[in-house]
């Protein structure tokens, strides 16, 4: 994982908190976009296809706190578009970590190197590189030459500067698993602080609609690009529980709210990935107005049939690793597993603290019951 120790506790005591509280629906990480523009045009995404008077909107700093506050999640994730291109994404960032929210700013890269100056290292700040393969294969998904290159440049700047850098890598129909296993070795050279990944979501307004996998596709595709990940030392930023789902190796519904999305138009139903409800003025609105049975792979809705991206099944996997004292340890012993640098992960899953809880909870639960 590439939270800092401070970052992990802050995320763990927020889980246990909920789970000891009995909270059925709590976010892990609010997905924001403050702004929709941004400097490329990448063939899988939907977020660039607004008209130039969306492009154009920005949420102010105060409006992105008043969000955080009320939404509550540990984690922000800041997204768009490109977030380097808002005039006020360093005051945004400082507020957060003062409020000791763990940040991932998410950028394409291409102007961080100039903008490095405007943020500082810190416990509760990430920069999230998209790389969506090696060279070849991420400027063909961006749709432009030299931008792996310029990534590169980025990420090693940033990591001699001190900052924690992690990437951002989505999958799509054709791509070689034996390819991504060179490039998690690559990034591991790099020396970034863990990875994510995850196949894409056909977005509707994506320009081309022939590159997304279907449900059964990307569990053979991950089974073959992940097979002896534990032993390779990659460092994901997932739970293994979530790595496993991916590989089909175990079987989750959809959790819509654990990464709820905030964005120019308000909060986003029923997710980050879909508009189908339109938004809500607020987070209690869109937590206890949505109709949540319409959604997730139980419900049969089409849009969710090929769905297996992290913003809806992380917190799934999440859920159930908090769920019982005996899925906490195999967590535990789960990540005890993992080879190679895990120092930050174990920091995360050997804390006693919540075991203890969890145990008095269960007490108190079977106190109850009798």
Avoid at 72 to 83: K, T
Avoid at 115 to 130: E, Q, V
Avoid at 317 to 339: H, M, Q, W, Y
Wanted: hydrophobic letters at 35%; one cysteine or more.
């Amino acid at each position: 994982m590439p939270m800092s120790t401070t970052a992990q506790l802050s995320v763990f005591k927020y889980l246990a908190a909920q789970r000891l509280k009995g909270v059925e629906k709590y976010p892990i990480v609010m997905m924001l976009e403050p702004l929709f523009a941004c400097n490329l045009e990448c063939a899988g995404c939907g977020k660039i296809q607004y008209p130039t008077d969306i492009l154009r909107k920005r949420l102010t700093p105060e409006e992105v706190f008043e969000s955080v506050a009320e939404c509550g999640a540990p984690v922000v994730s800041i997204a768009g578009g490109e977030p380097l291109i808002h005039p006020e994404i360093d005051k945004i960032v400082d507020g957060l970590a003062a409020r000791g929210k763990v940040i991932y700013l998410c950028t394409n890269a291409i102007l961080l190197e100039k903008n490095l100056h405007r943020f500082k290292p810190s416990p509760y700040l990430i920069f999230s590189i998209h790389l969506d393969g090696v060279e070849k294969t991420h400027d063909r998904m961006v749709c432009r030459k030299g931008v792996y290159k310029t990534a590169v440049s980025a990420i090693k700047l940033a990591k001699s500067q001190g900052f924690m850098v992690m990437t951002n890598s989505t999958i799509f129909q054709g791509e070689d698993a034996q390819e991504f296993r060179r490039f998690f070795d690559e990034n591991m050279a790099l020396g970034v602080d863990g990875m994510m990944i995850s196949p894409g979501y056909a977005y509707e307004k994506a320009p081309q609609q022939d590159i997304f996998l279907k449900h059964e596709q990307t569990k053979a595709w991950f089974r073959e690009a992940l097979k002896d990940w534990r032993d390779k030392g990659w460092a994901f930023n997932h739970s293994p529980f979530y790595m496993d789902f991916l590989e089909g190796k175990r079987d989750y519904d959809c959790t819509p709210w654990g990464n709820p999305l905030r964005n120019v138009f308000g909060w986003q139903r029923p997710c980050y990935l879909q508009n189908e409800g339109g938004y809500a003025r607020t987070y209690h609105e869109l937590l206890e107005s949505t109709d949540w049975s319409k959604y997730g792979h139980a419900s049969g809705n089409p849009k969710c049939a090929n769905c297996m991206t992290h913003c809806g099944f992380e917190p799934s996997s999440v859920a159930e690793a908090f769920s019982t004292l005996s899925k906490f340890i195999e967590l535990v012993r789960d990540f005890a597993t993992i080879k190679g640098p895990k120092k930050a992960q174990l920091a995360y899953a050997r804390n006693g603290a919540y075991e203890e809880q969890l145990r008095n909870a269960e007490k108190t639960t079977a106190g109850a019951k009798r």
